[in-house]
């Protein structure tokens, strides 16, 4: 079993930044791509960004592209998403999930095993 915790959400104005963190509890962490997902009130949980075991290979959704960066440090347990240039509309829970498996489906949420309990990002306009 994989606990994750996230950290670094808040309120930010738009245009502003803020990181997120991921701490996961295993021994095993570099084996497991990473993800990140958002939930809106109202709204379907929705994909933001992936990263491979290695942090080689990344992939963002096309509403997040050139403002997010994910990334992770596989000596610390840790997964990132940096935020920039923040808009009232990323506004949401943002959640890390670990993937068994290799890097596929990975803007899939229904592929992802583990679950963060997710942190709260507001960002006002």
């Known amino acids: 079993q994989v606990q994750m915790v996230e950290s670094g959400g808040g309120l930010v104005q738009a245009g502003g930044s803020l990181r997120l963190s991921c701490a996961a509890s295993t021994l095993t962490f570099g084996s497991y791509p990473m993800g990140w997902f958002r939930q809106a009130p109202g709204k379907e949980r929705e994909f933001v960004a992936a990263v491979s075991g290695s942090g080689y290979n990344t992939y963002y959704a096309d509403s997040v592209k050139g403002r997010f960066t994910i990334s992770r440090d596989n000596a610390k347990n840790t997964a990132y998403l940096q935020m920039n240039s923040l808009k009232p509309e990323d506004t949401a829970v943002y959640y890390c999930?670990?993937?068994?498996?290799?890097?596929?489906?990975?803007?899939?949420?229904?592929?992802?095993?583990?679950w963060g309990q997710g942190t709260q990002v507001t960002v006002s306009s």
């Open positions: 999930a670990a993937k068994s498996g290799g890097y596929y489906n990975i803007d899939n949420s229904h592929d992802y095993d583990y």
